[in-house]
């Protein structure tokens, strides 16, 4: 299909500058962006001033409540109940048992499926939200949101300085010994025999790998987060940008951006965000595509699934996003996030009743710039960005034609 002025060439180079000029003055020019953090507000606030001076955009700026050592510092509350699981084994199977069991219920209800069991043990801080719409030229039937994260992550300390592979083996390793230990229990309360014990004793190999989940981040280190997600972000903001310049209002689509904070602290500000607006934005459907973590051109793709592989996406705007991509012979493959392999803020909004879907550009075997100091304005990936922002102006002018 033909190019048109906001997938044009020109248009595309120009996102592109725009893009990796403010990503490098972002990660230079700020504080670290810790969830919550001074850093959080400042680039929020900055992002903001851009979408109301340069994009034609209502802005809205908003802060939250939110509890940010919480869904990291579960692990701590993990390491000492994985302990005394070992501990009482030998002396009252049933209390291992139960501390067994509390380890694995905390872990799956924060870690897995993103919930808030703990946080209020933990210290409140404020994060903040920016909503920014471009208004229709017409009456309103529609309306898309394009979604990114300004907080960064703090550094998954084995994924630097060992791998990221390294970091889901140990993890898989340190939950399968919690699980033995509760399977020992129930066998040693059923009555099984003396062999239990002995199996209990060479389980004890677990008391080395349950310390090493301290190690999993450092809560000293924010990384600089320049491909997750300050290209979503930019991305977004550079579309808005596009779309004043170009002087294109679609006639029925209202287009916008959603920057979340705290996403790296549990999806809190999209939580956040949704039950703030989800009244508000039934007015009109309203669809959400979240960009997280654009890099390599190869590994672009709409995941159909989504937090740990147990949310399900919305097919149709996956589809939508895939077929425009078809029309500008950009390659854009499916995929999902698997299993311990974390989430997007799409989960949080199809989990409030949006229709929602989240785009990658990377490989979700964790590369070395995951989560780790390495993920610095040098290491991102122009052609991967000026793919996936020619995707998303095609989708928008494609959406707007939709009835």
């Excluded at 939110?66 to 005394?84: E, K, Q, T």
């Excluded at 300390?157 to 340190?174: E, M, R, W």
């Excluded at 965000?273 to 959400?288: C, G, I, M, N, S």
């Excluded at 960009?291 to 705007?317: A, K």
């Amino acid at each position: 299909m033909k190019d048109s002025a906001l997938t044009g060439i020109e248009t595309r180079k120009k996102a592109v500058r725009f893009i990796t000029e403010q990503i490098r003055h972002v990660c230079t020019q700020f504080p670290p962006r810790t969830p919550g953090s001074e850093g959080e507000h400042a680039a929020a606030e900055y992002m903001a001033e851009i979408l109301r001076n340069e994009c034609g955009c209502r802005v809205k700026t908003e802060r939250f409540d939110f509890h940010p050592g919480g869904f990291w510092g579960y692990l701590r509350f993990c390491v000492v109940l994985d302990l005394l699981c070992v501990m009482t084994f030998f002396m009252t199977p049933w209390l291992s048992l139960f501390f067994g069991t509390v380890s694995m219920a905390l872990m799956i209800s924060e870690y897995i499926l993103y919930r808030e069991p703990i946080d209020p043990l933990f210290a409140k801080r404020q994060g903040t939200n920016v909503t920014a719409v471009r208004p229709a030229g017409d009456a309103v039937r529609q309306r898309i949101l394009f979604t990114g994260h300004m907080d960064a992550a703090w550094e998954a300390t084995l994924s630097y300085h060992i791998s990221g592979t390294f970091y889901i083996v140990h993890a898989l390793l340190a939950t399968a010994g919690v699980l033995l230990y509760c399977l020992w229990s129930v066998l040693a309360l059923a009555g099984a025999g003396a062999w239990v014990d002995t199996a209990a004793k060479i389980s004890l190999v677990f008391l080395l790998i349950w310390p090493g989940v301290l190690f999993y981040y450092n809560g000293r280190r924010t990384v600089d987060g320049a491909n997750d997600n300050l290209t979503g972000c930019f991305l977004s903001i550079a579309l808005m940008k596009a779309l004043e310049e170009c002087d294109v209002r679609l006639d029925h689509t209202e287009v916008g951006v959603v920057l979340t904070g705290a996403e790296e602290a549990g999806l809190r500000g999209a939580k956040a965000w949704a039950k703030a607006h989800r009244e508000a934005y039934q007015d009109v459907p309203t669809f959400l595509f979240t960009i997280d973590t654009i890099h390599h051109p190869q590994f672009l793709m709409v995941n159909q699934r989504d937090m740990n592989g147990l949310v399900r996406n919305d097919r149709e705007l996956a589809d939508l996003f895939v077929s425009a991509a078809d029309e500008l012979d950009i390659p854009c493959g499916r995929g999902s996030i698997p299993m311990m392999g974390g989430s997007t803020d799409s989960a949080a909004f199809r989990q409030a009743g949006f229709r929602s879907v989240s785009v990658a550009g990377m490989d979700h075997h964790l590369e070395d710039y995951y989560h780790t100091r390495r993920d610095t304005c040098d290491r991102i990936d122009p052609e991967g960005i000026g793919n996936c922002f020619a995707v998303m102006a095609r989708l928008s002018e494609k959406m707007d034609g939709i009835r």
